[in-house]
């Protein structure tokens, strides 16, 4: 999966913030993306690309 080009969409798609990063110590790149989306987007990577949810990692740094 191209982690620019998925970038790129979520921010369309989801009126969002992205940036792409390399994994550190590990081969790839992750897709961070800033604001209220988690939910669909987790949907859209289930649902469009066949993720499985266990390798989707969320850090909400909203909540208390």
Known sequence: ?????LAS?????FACSTSVAELPG???HEVLVQGGVI???TKH?????G????YI???D???K
């Open 51 to 54: 993720i499985p949810k266990r």
């Open 57 to 59: 990692e969320v850090l």
């Open 9 to 13: 969409e979520s921010q369309k798609k």
């Open 26 to 28: 590990k081969k790839g």
């Open 45 to 49: 990577l289930v649902d469009q690309y």
């Open 39 to 41: 939910e669909d987007l």
């Open 61 to 63: 740094k909203t909540k």
């Open 1 to 5: 999966m191209d982690a620019e080009a």
